[in-house]
């Protein structure tokens, strides 16, 4: 329930009504020929070959999903056995922007010089980052977007800064040796990257380096933060992380969060 006592559940269940409902109460819908009018499209593959059936099936899903009149407006066989769709159509369902939970940044976005200064302040030497792609994974673009010069999107990386001093030990590092060799870089902060989601691999082995962190009482000594495409940063306490980021995250993001956290309750300023 939002501040102003409306439910986006009691909007009404007759779209045309949505544009003025939405307008009155503050409340947004998907917007395709009109605002408010809910329109959306929706893909997904079914495990079936790509004949007239498959249409009936994807259409048949589409309204269990509560999307009103779906049209199949692409249709593509991968394989003989499995078929790709796009679906159109409507949803009466609406947001209430007022009734959102977003967690504000609680770290201000620094330059090259001031991220320098904030941390050699804090701790009178470069923090050592010690980064891997963790477990079976064998993408390093990601991390190295973060850590290497050449950075990401013409931001540079953290290797760029004097603040840090990076260790790369790109992919499929197991837990135990990355947490060896953290402790033998004498590591401020642990950076691990993870992109394969299938079986929900990353969670797998995001809380396997969690265990390994704090089964052997070092959790104390160094940040642990993860990075990748398909994690969320609110799945950081849950996982055991100090900070985890997302898709499109720069390199300036990660130094303002590390000089950030390795000054907090130290003499920064
Ligand atoms: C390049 C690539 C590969 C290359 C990787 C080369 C390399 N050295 O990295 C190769 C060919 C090896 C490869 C292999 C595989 N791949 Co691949 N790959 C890709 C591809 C095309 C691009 C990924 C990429 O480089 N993105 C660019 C970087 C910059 O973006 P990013 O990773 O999101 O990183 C950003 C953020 O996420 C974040 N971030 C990432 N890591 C970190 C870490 C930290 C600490 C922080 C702070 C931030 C951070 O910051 C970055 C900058 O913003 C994607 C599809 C796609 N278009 O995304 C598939 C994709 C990731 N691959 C996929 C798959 C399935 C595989 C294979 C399993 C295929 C197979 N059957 O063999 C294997 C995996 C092997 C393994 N054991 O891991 C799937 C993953 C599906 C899933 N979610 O599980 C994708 C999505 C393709 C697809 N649509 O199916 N792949």
Do not use: C
Not at 104 to 112: A, S, T
């Amino acid at each position: 329930m939002s501040e102003r006592g409306r439910d986006a559940g009691e909007v009404s269940r007759n779209m045309a009504d949505a544009p003025v409902e939405a307008a009155e109460w503050g409340l947004v819908r998907p917007y395709g020929d009109d605002t408010g009018d809910g329109r959306l499209q929706v893909s997904f593959t079914l495990p079936i070959p790509s004949d007239a059936r498959a249409d009936a099936a994807a259409r048949d899903l589409a309204r269990q999903m509560r999307i009103e009149r779906p049209i199949v407006v692409h249709r593509k066989a991968l394989g003989p056995d499995f078929t790709f769709f796009i679906v159109y159509g409507s949803v009466d369902a609406a947001v209430d922007l007022d009734a959102l939970e977003v967690e504000e940044r609680p770290f201000p976005i620094l330059d090259h010089r001031e991220v320098d200064r904030r941390v050699t302040a804090a701790l009178g030497r470069p923090a050592v980052v010690v980064g891997a792609s963790l477990g079976t994974d064998a993408h390093t673009v990601g991390l190295d977007a973060i850590l290497s010069v050449k950075g990401w999107a013409g931001d540079k990386g953290l290797e760029s800064y004097r603040a840090f001093r990076v260790v790369n030990l790109r992919s499929q590092v197991r837990p135990g040796d990355l947490v060896d060799r953290a402790l033998e870089e004498g590591a401020d902060a642990v950076l691990v990257s993870q992109t394969v989601t299938q079986r929900d691999a990353h969670l797998h082995h995001l809380r396997e380096l969690a265990a390994e962190v704090a089964g052997r009482g070092v959790s104390e000594r160094f940040l642990l933060i993860a990075g990748g495409p398909r994690l969320n940063p609110a799945m950081a306490e849950e996982l055991g992380y100090d900070r985890i980021f997302g898709k499109e995250t720069t390199p300036a993001g990660v130094a303002s969060y590390l000089a950030w956290a390795l000054s907090r309750g130290r003499e920064a300023t």
